[in-house]
């Protein structure tokens, strides 16, 4: 039993947008977290816990559920940052040949080892992934994050068309190779799988239906895809699928729209898509940095709150350009502000950790610091230099300001530098290197 001591924040409910002031956080400075033997949380308290619990003393740090990032790509590390494309050209240039290479299951097990250790070492705890057409690809994530206990949803992306050889299945393949996966698992520890369809252009109608029957077999089954990113993307849906209503249509008319659907990015859809979402229950994966990376455009957040559609914040790297969810929720801020919108650092904080979970159907084990949810938490530092140092010690001398001022400041300026350590169900799973700050264990 271990019970670590700091600030902890977390949220009850969903907060308003716009709301500085909401009840829906729970701010609970200088507390104890108390961790079952099992990993899961047992309580919150302020007075210090007895000899019998094991105590970490990270006094004067924050605490928060870790991050639940609900897009991002295994293969795509070494493809961030690539210069000069929009979505197709990106695609064909840069990620589809990095794609290729994790056909060699050697390739692909070194780069799930590699992407597992990124996430937990960037605050993230949990994460819906995409791999790689290839099973090799599925298995060696499963598989690595089974070792850290972490919470992974994923399945083998299904792709027939427009993508180079080496990255094609066919609609029978692709099925068998789904079915063995789903078997070896779905509901295995903390794995869930997840039809995986890349998007529109690279599946034939043929693998659209085939994937919309696997979803209908099993509804505890998730479903992934990207929809209506970029504007050519757009324009080439509608000329391979001109009898679909809408992007978005392509897949619900197969069956792939649901409650357990996570759709990135979203930033062209219409009303009636909107509604269509809402009407399941299905959640949008908001990808700003990506989105503004590859200039793909600017989602309006509260359009789709409006329409009762969840929003969730995902760091779709490679698209995106930091693992880090802090830096994608400051993206997320600058994209809402150019739309003459203000995200309050609730909001945002939120949908990267309750929000999410509930989204996705997990809140009753992540997400938040509620009793009987996996220990799945990040210390944090409030500031990690001279410079937001002197942003924060500002923010605590002007008692006007309050705790929000506090709170979007640091998420506006921190990273994964001012990570010290991540927990997932209750182990520490990622430590700070030596020599960048101190941790006293009593
Ligand atoms: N659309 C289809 N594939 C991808 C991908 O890998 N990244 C992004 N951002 N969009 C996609
Ligand atoms: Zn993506």
Redesign the pocket.
């Given at each position: 039993m271990k019970a670590i001591r700091a600030d902890l924040l977390d949220f009850n409910t969903a907060p308003a947008w716009g709301a500085i002031d909401d009840p829906s956080v729970r701010w609970r400075p200088d507390h104890w977290l108390l961790i079952d033997s099992d990993g899961r949380i047992a309580g919150v308290q302020a007075q210090a816990p007895g000899p019998e619990w094991q105590r970490h003393d990270h006094r004067g740090q924050l605490l928060m559920p870790g991050f639940i990032d609900t897009h991002v790509?295994s293969p795509q590390l070494g493809v961030m940052a690539s210069y000069g494309t929009e979505?197709l050209d990106w695609?064909n240039t840069y990620?589809f040949p990095a794609e290729t290479a994790w056909a060699d299951p050697g390739v692909a097990a070194a780069g799930s080892e590699r992407f597992i250790s990124a996430l937990l070492a960037h605050g993230t705890t949990a994460a819906v992934v995409f791999p790689t057409v290839h099973r090799s690809s599925v298995d060696a994530l499963f598989e690595t994050a089974s070792r850290h206990h972490m919470r992974i949803i994923s399945g083998k992306v299904l792709m027939d068309r427009h993508a180079p050889d080496g990255l094609r299945d066919t609609v029978a393949q692709a099925e068998r190779d789904s079915i063995d996966l789903i078997q070896r698992w779905h509901g295995q520890g903390r794995n869930s799988y997840a039809v995986t369809v890349?998007?529109a252009p690279t599946s034939t109608p043929e693998q659209l239906a085939m994937a919309g029957a696997l979803c209908r077999a099993d509804a505890s089954l998730y479903m992934q895809t990207?929809v209506a990113?970029n504007q050519a993307e757009m324009r080439w849906v509608a000329e391979l699928f001109a009898d679909a209503r809408s992007y978005l249509d392509v897949y619900a008319r197969d069956g792939l729209v649901h409650a357990r659907s996570v759709l990135a990015h979203g930033i062209w859809l219409d009303d009636d898509d909107r509604a269509a979402l809402a009407a399941v229950g299905a959640q949008i994966a908001f990808c700003p940095s990506?989105n503004l990376f590859?200039g793909s455009g600017l989602f309006d957040w509260p359009q789709a709150l409006d329409a009762g559609v969840a929003v969730s914040v995902a760091t779709?790297v490679g698209?995106g350009t930091s693992l880090n969810m802090q830096r994608n929720l400051a993206c997320a801020y600058q994209v809402q502000a150019l739309r003459g919108q203000r995200l309050t650092a609730w909001v945002a904080l939120h949908a990267a950790t309750r929000g999410a979970a509930q989204a996705l159907h997990l809140g009753h084990e992540m997400g938040s610091l509620e009793p009987g949810c996996w220990a799945d938490v990040c210390i944090w530092d409030w500031s990690h230099g001279v410079v937001d140092g002197h942003r924060q010690s500002m923010v605590e001398t002007s008692q006007a300001q309050g705790l929000h001022e506090r709170v979007f400041a640091w998420m506006l300026l921190s990273d994964e530098r001012h990570l010290a350590s991540t927990w997932v169900a209750g182990t520490e799973q990622h430590r700070r290197s030596v020599g960048h700050h101190t941790t006293a264990f009593a």
């Open positions: 790509h979505l695609l990620t890349r998007f990207h990113e990506s590859l779709d698209g």
